[in-house]
């Protein structure tokens, strides 16, 4: 059986209804109780009222039970907006806000504001009579939205990247053609539901009707755990941020000889060392290495490369991939020339696969997104070269960074610093060695009369309670003025220069 992402309905293709489609947190789930589950969830949404594509909220972690409620928003023809738990409360309420949802279907035990209209939990619905209806409706009812991801946003409210249909039917038919995956695959999953990566493993693995592995937070952080895991349930796909394999590199147990079931390791979402492509091919000489770059705003990937050794050795730069099937990247420079490596150009994506925008974003869109010849396309801010047909990534053009494949906007981090009373001015500096960036420390400059010692825990409150704990500061520092460069800027290094060279106690 699959369930095909495109059409929203179950297919039988292999009368295998017992093969396994996804091993939650939380138990397995055959794929003809996986297909009842989601059809009773359907039913149950349906009845509610919801105007035709209405985003719904699905909050969870790594139940099987969070993929039956995507699985059923998409048979309805609702966007999900995925709200992982690492999201506080505070956010999914701005998100809530932004989105205008009215149903929230709930796989953990925090309980929400009773001005929501509708909470789906445990498979009971909890009405709100009082709380008014969300506006949230769709504009383009013609395509429906499958799905809205929530990043970090630079003024500090999140933006939330709507993906159609026809831009994940066109990213699944190059997944489908391309990357070699067969419905016997069993999908490996690390990364969160809110983190686009992990649209890779959900609509592979319920398109091409494969099995989808889960791995809650805790079980990762466990090497043995997370390998036994793997092992147990034939794992042959895995997909994560090269910095989660690269935490696994220290595990003598992860070897193609250990897991022999692993036959592909495919990474997006921030730069793939050469050392860690180096480490993988050698601890499992059957496997290929699979590097993919590409923003959420451009469904999940937009170029796939398979690293070999003989790349390896050819190239000083790790490559990021040929550009997928049906789509076009650019790299022009500002003056419009054709980028190089000593001047590279900001990336350009353009097909079926962009995004129709940012919700209720119209600035913001018209910033980021384009038309070129009638297709999207959407400016990424990276910046990048092509050499021999490939495209090699060097970087950004503004504040976004990547903590661990996590994308964060430091202006986020700083306008919620700003919020708090006490905070005269406030910036989050990433401390990086090379290019990679190993924390993030928030520098404040305290308005007069303000306690220290108070302000420190108001922040630390006010972060906890705002921001997903990935981009909470690692230190916060105060300082009296904020040193400024010779352009009249934040001098930024000085900052983390001053950081360096604190006092230790
Ligand atoms: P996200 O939207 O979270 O997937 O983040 C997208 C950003 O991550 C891109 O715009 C790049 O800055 C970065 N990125 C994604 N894939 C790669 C890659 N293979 N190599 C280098 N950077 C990457």
């Not at 292999?14 to 055959?30: E, T």
């Not at 796939?304 to 790790?318: F, G, K, Q, S």
């Not at 190993?438 to 825990?457: C, E, M, N, S, W």
Request: hydrophobic residues 40%; aromatic residues 8%.
């Amino acid at each position: 059986m699959r369930f095909d992402i495109v059409s929203g309905q179950f297919e039988e293709t292999d009368g295998a209804p017992d093969k396994p489609a996804v091993i939650g947190s939380d138990g397995v789930l055959s794929w003809s109780v996986f297909k009842t589950r989601c059809e009773s969830l359907a039913a149950m949404i349906s009845v509610l009222g919801l105007p035709a594509g209405h985003p719904i909220i699905v909050r969870g972690h790594k139940e099987a039970e969070m993929v039956c409620a995507m699985t059923a928003c998409m048979m309805l023809g609702h966007p999900y907006i995925p709200l992982d738990v690492v999201v506080p409360m505070d956010r999914v309420m701005r998100i809530r806000a932004i989105t205008g949802s009215s149903l929230i279907i709930d796989h953990t035990d925090e309980g929400f504001a009773n001005d929501v209209p509708f909470v789906i939990q445990r498979g009971m619905v909890r009405r709100n009579a009082a709380a008014a209806m969300g506006a949230g409706v769709p504009d383009r009812p013609s395509d429906p939205i499958r799905y809205i991801i929530f990043t970090s946003g630079s003024t500090g409210e999140p933006k939330g990247v709507r993906i159609t249909r026809e831009a994940a039917g066109a990213f699944l038919e190059w997944m489908v053609n391309d990357f070699g995956f067969t419905s016997d695959d069993v999908f490996i999953n690390q990364a969160p539901f809110s983190f686009d990566l992990s649209v890779y493993e959900l609509f592979t693995s319920l398109h091409s009707g494969a099995t989808l592995l889960l791995n809650d937070a805790e079980t990762a952080k466990d090497s043995r755990r997370f390998l036994d895991r793997v092992k147990e349930h034939g794992g042959s796909v895995w997909v994560s941020t090269p910095t989660f394999a690269y935490l696994y590199l220290t595990e003598p147990s992860f070897t193609g000889a250990e897991l022999p079931s692993i036959h592909s390791f495919l990474f997006c979402g921030e730069a793939l060392p050469k050392m860690t492509a180096q480490r993988l091919l050698h601890r499992f000489p059957n496997a290929r290495v699979l590097n993919t770059y590409g923003p959420t705003e451009a469904t999940v990937a937009t170029s796939l490369i398979d690293v070999t050794r003989d790349m390896l050795a050819n190239y000083t730069d790790m490559p990021v991939g040929r550009p997928k099937r049906d789509s076009i990247i650019r790299t022009r420079t500002d003056d419009g020339n054709v980028a190089t490596k000593e001047a590279p150009g900001e990336i350009e994506i353009i097909g079926d696969h962009v995004s129709i925008g940012y919700l209720n974003n119209n600035e913001l869109n018209a910033e980021k997104f384009f038309v070129d010849e009638g297709q999207r396309g959407f400016r990424t801010g990276d910046y990048g070269w092509f050499q021999d047909g490939i495209l090699f990534f060097n970087g950004r053009r503004d504040e976004q960074v990547k903590l661990n494949g996590f994308r964060i906007e430091l202006g986020d981090i700083g306008a919620q610093m700003l919020l708090v009373p006490g905070v005269a001015d406030a910036i989050a500096v990433p401390l990086k060695s090379g290019d990679v960036v190993k924390r993030i420390v928030g520098f404040v400059r305290p308005a007069p009369g303000a306690d220290a010692a108070g302000l420190q825990a108001l922040i630390a409150t006010h972060l906890e309670r705002s921001l997903p704990a990935y981009m909470i500061p690692a230190d916060l520092m105060f300082v009296e003025a904020f040193p400024v460069n010779s352009s009249h800027k934040t001098d930024r290094k000085a900052l983390i220069d001053l950081y360096i060279k604190r006092p230790r106690v």
